[in-house]
């Protein structure tokens, strides 16, 4: 049967993780049920009256929490009621695609969005006597997506009256979530809706807790800039107006105005009253940048053999021929060295002062190839790089090649860098489409990724973000639909990082197989799901 796109790519992902159509709901681990939630509190008014409304007892409502657990259900019929308990749809059980695939409560986590799913669009053959339509509740505040509110009844009693009314029951949960927010945060978002029906300009509001921007600000305002803003009003503790300069995508000074918001510890609405073009600026390096520049400028003042340790993907290539600057390079094929790929290594060789030789991947070689390569390293006198993994990827006969290397620079994981995540994305872009620029909202989301695999990862999502959007600011929605949304961060103890890595990595060899990886990690599925919703970690 041919299927809606976000029903196909949602059985795609089902696939993806290792379901089959006749695969069975797993119990999973039940969550306790905290009845006094700001959701609950919430919806609980709402879900009172439309069970008042259930057509002839035909239908089921449920509610599930951002962490995609059920937390309230409301019944029908019996035989509905024995028909969700024997697919765990009942409070205290997650409903995520990994374990249900397709359906109205999973697939609007997945996507963001409503979506009704109807009999046999159902991934699983044990839900293909259901019909069911999903909505998001995001928080009117905070744009966060808070829960999911559910109507299910059996295909055959199927409707389509219940998505207008479910649809007006996500947005009464909304306002009623809206009504519990502090005090504050009502002024802030009421501050900010007045000012945005009278003006069209960039309009940003900062402060206790919240960031509320319209389409105009997040295209203009970037972490940098917010920044600024917020140590501008810090110094000063009032409205001001001021001059400020942008310093990414289209340079200009602008004139800003800060309005602390009356009633809130000092929350602000910031406007963009206009401002002049300046000539662009070439981006200041953060300090991490600043300290490689330093150690790459000695480096090539010494030209003594350098090894770039790190993972792969980690830009260890990159690096190399960063060292080279002006100087030509060329890459030496370690099989081949004995023949004429050795040239420029050798004393004698006319080329040894013109160029800098690059050997990649010394871990790779086997150990044959790694011994050779060492011998003609002991007659080199030209300047080399070597790249490698880290050193527990290294054997007895690569650590002795490595030994030649007198310079070493250790290239982290650019999880363990987000502080220059942002200065490479916009470098990437810069190289990619000079015309093009990253939003501050995209900077926000790729800053907040786990980033697995690496720089090289990262470079494919931006290339993936400038075909789609070639000039001017580059938007969340250019980014691949699994990059829109920024995972939660929290700081991770070295156990949970480890941790983290691990189960990545065993994700990233199975090509994302929850299944095989579990298997690989000699644990439970259920056991890996659970590690996974703890840690963060989104596959």
């Known amino acids: 049967m041919g ?26 681990p039940q969550t306790p ?29 449920l509610l599930a ?9 409301r019944l029908g019929q019996s035989q509905l009621a024995a028909k969700l308990d024997t697919i765990f749809a009942v409070p205290g059980f997650s409903y995520d695609e990994d374990r249900t695939g397709t359906n109205s409560l999973a697939t609007v986590f997945e996507i963001g969005q409503g979506i009704a799913v109807n009999g046999r669009e159902h991934f699983l053959e044990i839900l293909k006597d259901l019909s069911c339509y999903g909505h998001p509740i995001i928080h009117p505040v ?10 299910t009844c059996f295909a055959s009693n199927s409707t389509p009256l219940m998505i207008p009314l479910l649809a007006r029951a996500a947005h009464d949960v909304e306002l009623r979530l809206l009504a519990g927010s502090p005090t504050s945060q009502q002024r802030i ?33 970037t972490p940098e800039l917010q920044r600024t803003v917020r140590e501008l009003h810090a110094e000063h503790r009032a409205s001001t107006e001021t001059q400020l300069r942008l310093e990414s995508g289209e340079q200009r000074e602008l004139r800003v105005l800060c309005t602390v918001v009356p009633g809130t510890d000092g929350a602000l609405l910031v406007e963009v009253r206009g401002g002049e073009r300046v000539r662009p600026v070439i981006p200041r390096r953060s300090a991490p940048g600043l300290a490689m520049d330093r150690k790459i400028k000695r480096l090539r003042a010494l030209q003594s053999p350098v090894l770039i340790r790190g993972e792969q993907g980690s830009g260890r290539s990159h690096l190399a021929k960063r060292l080279a600057g002006d100087r030509p390079t060329r890459l030496l094929d370690p099989r081949e060295v004995s023949g004429s790929e050795a040239r420029g290594l050798h004393r004698g060789s006319s080329s040894v002062s013109d160029e800098l030789v690059i050997i990649e991947d010394i871990d790779l070689l086997d150990s044959r190839t790694a011994r050779r390569l060492g011998r003609h390293l002991d007659e080199a006198q030209g300047w080399f790089v070597m790249t490698c993994g880290p050193d527990d990827n290294l054997g007895r006969e690569h650590l002795d090649v490595s030994s030649r290397c007198l310079e070493r620079i250790d290239l982290p994981p650019l999880r363990h860098r987000r502080d220059e995540i942002c200065m490479i994305a916009r470098e990437v872009v810069r190289d990619l489409q000079p015309q093009a620029w990253l939003s501050a909202e995209t900077l926000h989301v790729l800053e907040r990724h786990p980033w697995p695999g690496n720089v090289t990862e990262l470079v494919s999502v931006l290339r993936h973000a400038v075909d789609q959007c070639a000039k001017g600011a580059i938007g969340v929605r250019a980014l691949p639909q699994r990059y829109r949304t920024a995972p939660s961060r929290r700081r991770f103890t070295p156990l949970e990082q480890a941790e983290i890595d691990t189960i990545t990595r065993a994700l990233a060899d199975c090509l994302g197989n929850k299944m095989h990886a579990a298997a690989t990690l000699g644990i439970g599925r259920t056991t890996l799901y659970r590690r996974m919703n703890a840690l963060g970690i989104r596959r």
């Open 3 to 28: 299927l809606r796109d976000p029903i196909a790519q949602s059985w795609r992902r089902a696939s993806q993780n290792g379901l089959t159509p006749g695969s069975l709901i797993d119990e999973g």
């Open 33 to 61: 049920v905290d009845p006094h939630s700001r959701l609950l509190r919430a919806a609980r008014p709402v879900l009172d009256a439309i069970a008042e409304q259930l057509l002839g007892d035909r239908f089921s409502i």
């Open 65 to 73: 929490n951002r962490g995609s657990v059920i937390v309230d259900r």
């Open 142 to 151: 905070t744009k966060r997506l808070e829960g999911v509110l559910d109507i």
């Open 189 to 221: 978002f009421a501050a900010f809706q007045a000012r945005s029906a009278r003006v069209q300009a960039p309009l940003i509001a900062l402060g206790n807790g919240l960031t509320i921007a319209n389409d105009a600000a997040t295209e203009l305002f």
